[in-house]
């Protein structure tokens, strides 16, 4: 019997894993996009367990009936943590995305240092604290996810809860010289020291981490040995572990083979006879490096002339955080580049780009898996990067060819199989894209079967598995 068969497990996120849309006076409720969603969606199902997070509404009126409503179809429960605009505005975009989410990815030169945020982001904190109060047991397996989230546990403790609390980061944890900019990372790391469990995605985050506790708070004490560190704070004792996410490998191949998906990605089988696909499909974010990558696209149709008329990338950007102004100003800049490029070497019968800016319907997004030659995700760093691990599960005739940053989480268990890239090497995008482009389909094949393999093994029940298993043993 396992710890979750007699414990319920609770997740708190940021968001809950729906979208609240109000139509002609008529409200639905739609599912949520984002990797931490596809991630954790299947796993709260399979423990009928219990969601706490924003209902994306400021509205609070009826919510709690109208989320009991749909929990027979979530195979979960739902509990909203109301917030007010302004609330929502500081701790949301201020502080969680204008300074841990740049700073977090090395790009520090894009953080908004405002103390107001600061603020927000612990009376937010102390909010989300108080509904897992009003709204747990002492039974319940208490797991709080992501950035947004790091002062819970002190808020919580202060509260007088006991439970055993764990903490997920689903972003990379930046080095010690860069996470040392952060005027509030003494704060920061002492209330991650509240919890029991902190998971990262990676080795490298983890020693990210530990690094900087013993630089900055020095009366803890850090022992690094075997796979789950130890850090001995006060009189309480916190474990450290990487445990990199996947996905439900088997849900993602089995809808890749059902028959709508093989008569889907209609148009490009009817405009581009001949020509392979190559498939972008990212959120619309600066960490993404999608105009790097339609730089180094284009670099391949100059240096390689061999390619014309015989490759398209296909692009899809999912919209998020529209508000942002920096978000306007990287569509912007990805229109020109499309633009540009299709400008320049667009044929009668051949388009370069196909872009596409909207959320897409899951059938659209299993074909285009299914059916691209190649997927190109270059990311200037990224927690982990599920798209490319749905791209493999779903290329169920292994007959695609990964192409992935080295600054991907995914890259530390893929590399060997899938082809790396630097982002910043706009040359090197180029050449590799060619080299995907002519690879013999016995390598092809043997490649993506490796990484089917992987993947297969390492998915998202095992990473519960193993997060659990830790939070449980006296290491
Ligand atoms: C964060 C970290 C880490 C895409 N388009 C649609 C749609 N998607 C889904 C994909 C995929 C997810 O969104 C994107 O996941 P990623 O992992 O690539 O990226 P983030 O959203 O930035 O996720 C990341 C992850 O958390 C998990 O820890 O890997 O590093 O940044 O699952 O399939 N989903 C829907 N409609 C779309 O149009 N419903």
Redesign the pocket.
Known sequence: MSYLDSHRLVIVSNRLPIQIKKQNGKTTIM?????????LEPVLRQQHGHWIGWPGTYESIDIEDKLANVSEQTGFTMQPVHLTEEEFQNFYYGFSNEIIWPLFHDLQTRCNFIPVYWKAYLSVNEKFAQTIIEHTTENDFIWIH?YHLMNTATQLRKAGLSNRLAF?L???FPSVDIFTKLPWREKILKDLLQFELIGF?TRKDKRNFLSSVKALVPEAKVIAKGSIAKIIYKTHEIKVGNFP?S?DFKAFEEAAKKSIIVDEPWYLNNTQIGAKTILG???L?Y??GIPEKMKGFRNALYRYPELRKKISLVQ?V?P?RSGVSEYKELKAEIEQLVSEINGEFAEPEWIPIHYHY?????N??YAFYRSSEIAL?T?LR?????????YCACNINKDGVLILSEF???ASKLKYDALIVNPYDIEGIADTIYQAFIMEQGEVERRMKNLRKKIRKHNIYRWLNSFIDASLSNH
């Open positions: 599912r949520g996009s984002g990797g931490l969603i596809t991630a992501d997920f689903h972003i990379p995605q996410i996905i499909l990212d959120r974010d960490t993404k899809l999912i998020s909207r959320s897409l319907d899951r659209n997004l995700i990311p990224d927690g982990m990067n599920l798209v490319s691990k749905e991907a989480g995914a």
